[in-house]
């Protein structure tokens, strides 16, 4: 009989060296062990209590162990876990229905058509847009797809062909092909490429996380819109970081400086739409709502009664609670704060997605730092902070880091300062 070890009573450098004997190197040491959390907060192994500024990656909206949260999936599990996609579930059908209302800004109807498939990630809804596209450009011929430089789409093998970084790429490479990738931002590269013909699809982020929380500038994605429109081609958003009211809105594009209200061809969903829960979802806008037919994708969690009733949750606090403007409110405020903190260039973003643009490549040690002082932060590039805490984040909450981040910056930065040059002596 096989006998399965505890980890009661371990402690974390035990856990962290039994992580390493049994899991696969795919992201290195793990910087701590989490036990559990509460709101905003998380404590590890050995009892030491973190704020939670990355909530999982912008995953956790509610923060951890929110009781309507852990009500509503252990009423659905109790009732009925999983069902295959042979049978429908009514929070499948309640969410779906949910999700087609907040598809749009308030007071309009999404485009007759409209429907909603559901995934069990990011990844896997842009995979299933990037099929999508292709049944839309079978029609016609047109096999092109653009994507944007510095972009993100995920990890699996056609979201990973949008994807811009090569180091994410180039290991895995040959991808499914026909990918091109245009300067972000850029409209005259957008037509340029468009009037060339045979694109079926453009895909892009309205907010571009992993190259350090950067925005895209206003008008382009209302440019992408009308040019995308003119010459047959989808406008696919990936809102898999910045929607489900991460940026203060439902979806970032209905924000009026970033895409103000236009109606996509397409949107994917997924890491705050759970709460914590594993679900994605994509969003066929008018016609695009029927371009899969019965055969053409298919998905074994997709739609899960209890990740379905996980995201009924969800969705219902944050608009219970009026976490959208609180959101907006905060985000500005604290950006505000940040950008007026010793060593740092800027603070960007949307809503709670903020980057925090160091003067020196120091971010990497920063993190560390901060970390060391119960603050969970992360360094997607060299100069930059990524922040997405908890939607339910607090002011004080907020202000807590901002206080302390002039010492973890200027530690850093004097670090950097004294360690020997690289170069060698002539």
Not at 237 to 257: F, K, M, N, S
Not at 370 to 383: E, H, K, S, Y
Request: proline letters at 6%; aromatic letters at 6%; hydrophobic letters at 45%.
């Amino acid at each position: 009989m096989t006998t399965m070890t505890t980890t009661q009573g371990a402690t974390g450098l035990e856990l962290a060296e039994r992580y390493s004997g049994a899991l696969m190197n795919t992201f290195g040491a793990p910087q701590r062990v989490l036990v559990r959390g509460e709101g905003a907060y998380v404590w590890d192994a050995d009892g030491n209590r973190y704020l939670d500024l990355l909530a999982g990656i912008a995953v956790n909206a509610l923060g951890h162990a929110h009781p309507t949260l852990v009500s509503a999936i252990a009423a659905q599990l109790g009732t009925l876990g999983h069902v295959s996609n042979f049978f429908a579930t009514p929070t499948q059908v309640a969410l779906a229905e949910l999700l087609l209302e907040l598809s749009v800004v308030e007071g309009a109807q999404p485009p007759a058509g409209t429907r909603v498939f559901f995934t069990n990630s990011g990844t896997e809804a842009n995979e299933a847009a990037l099929k999508m596209a292709r049944l839309h450009g079978r029609a016609t011929g047109a096999t092109r797809v653009l994507a944007l430089e510095h972009s993100f789409h995920g990890r699996t093998m056609g979201a990973l062909s949008l994807t811009s970084k090569a180091a994410y790429r180039e290991p895995f490479e040959p991808l499914p092909g026909g990918v091109e990738f245009i300067p972000a931002g850029d409209v005259e590269a957008l037509r340029t490429a468009l009037e060339a013909g045979g694109v079926a699809a453009l895909f892009a982020e309205p907010v571009q996380g992993e190259a350090g929380v950067r925005p895209l500038p206003p008008g382009y994605l209302a440019a992408a819109r009308e040019l995308t429109r003119q010459h047959g081609a989808l406008l696919v958003l990936d809102e898999v970081q910045t929607g489900i009211g991460r940026c203060g809105a439902w979806l970032a594009h209905q924000l009026p400086q970033l895409g103000g209200g236009i109606v996509p061809d397409v949107v994917t969903l997924a890491k705050g739409l759970g709460g914590g829960f594993p679900i994605g979802a994509v969003i066929g806008y008018g016609e695009a709502g029927a371009l899969f037919g019965p055969g053409n994708h298919g998905t074994t969690f997709g739609g899960n009664p209890v990740a379905a009733a996980a995201a009924l949750a969800t969705l219902h606090v944050i608009e219970r609670d009026g976490l959208l403007a609180h959101v907006a409110r905060l985000g500005e405020s604290w950006r505000a704060a940040l950008a007026a903190v010793p060593g740092v260039a800027e603070a960007r973003g949307e809503g709670l997605l903020v980057a925090v643009e160091l003067t020196e490549p120091v971010a990497a040690d920063v993190q560390r730092r901060a970390l060391d002082a119960g603050f969970v932060v992360n360094a997607p590039t060299p100069t930059s902070l990524r922040l997405a805490p908890p939607l339910v984040l607090t002011a004080e909450q907020a202000e807590s880091f901002t206080a302390a981040l002039p010492g973890f910056v200027d530690a850093a930065v004097r670090a950097a300062s004294a360690a020997p040059s690289r170069e060698t002596p002539a």
